[in-house]
């Protein structure tokens, strides 16, 4: 039976992913590995409250309103550039206050994370 290197590869490959995605519980803490590496845990603080967590409705918004101001300065090709630069500013603007927003808004618990770390 001959086997195509791709097919070892791609075996090889989910054989990787599979380790890499190894997830350790508080019931791991301070297992030690022959490599070396042992599980450690911590405390984390997570907010868990958000329903845009990653603030697409504060950056759309601020590239709207910052390309619309934008659009004001100019004229010809500086405007363009004008509209362009103001909706890059605006949505950078609008992801930030909208992430401070759900910050000073947001329930937050505390979970125990555990990790496998190298030494």
Known sequence: MKTSPI???LGLMSLMSAAAAQTYGPQDEGRRFSDGSK???RNVEVQKNSRDPNRVAGTAIGAV???LLGNQVGSGNGKKVATVGGAVAGGAIGRKVQGNSQENKGDRIVERRCERVYR
């Open 7 to 9: 097919l070892l590869s």
């Open 39 to 41: 599980v450690e845990c």
């Open 65 to 67: 309103v910052g390309g």
